[in-house]
């Protein structure tokens, strides 16, 4: 939940410049699979996706401001983009602009932030051409 809250944070300090969104996918310590000691939640492995959109409430509580999606049972947007289990985006015109690494050792919300202010600095700034290769 600490890495909501700092989602949260950073979602808010960039609304001028980015839509944020959540994906809520496959639940990555299930209570009845493998069991993380500092889970904040007790959730069992969705068995449809009504578990799942019961579970992924448990975040919409945790981020109220933020857009909530929710992937199919079949993982979709996990494969697509390889979140196993957490990972951070930035998608320009449907191109991926920044990929942040898998989580949770490659989950980096200050790499993210830095990616943000470097962006932003590069809109505000006159006569400056952003160019996308």
């Known amino acids: ?3 909501l809250r700092s989602f949260q944070r950073l979602a808010a300090h960039f609304v001028d410049i980015a839509d944020f969104l959540l994906v809520y996918i496959e639940e990555a ?3 009845d699979g493998w069991v993380s000691s500092d889970a904040a939640y007790n959730i069992p492995k969705h068995q449809c996706l009504q578990d ?3 579970a992924a409430q ?3 509580e945790g981020a109220p401001d933020c857009p909530l999606a929710v992937d199919t049972m079949d993982n979709a947007s996990s494969a697509a983009y390889g979140a196993y289990f957490e990972r951070l985006y930035v998608i ?3 191109k991926v602009m920044y990929q942040g ?3 949770p050792e490659g989950y980096k919300i200050s790499e993210l932030r830095s990616w943000l ?3 932003k600095t590069r809109l505000q700034s006159p006569g ?3 160019i996308q290769v």
């Open 29 to 31: 310590h299930p209570s």
């Open 92 to 94: 320009q015109e449907e």
């Open 128 to 130: 400056t051409v952003v």
């Open 101 to 103: 690494g898998r989580g």
């Open 1 to 3: 939940m600490a890495r």
């Open 117 to 119: 202010d470097q962006y």
């Open 58 to 60: 448990l975040m919409r």
């Open 52 to 54: 799942r959109l019961r």
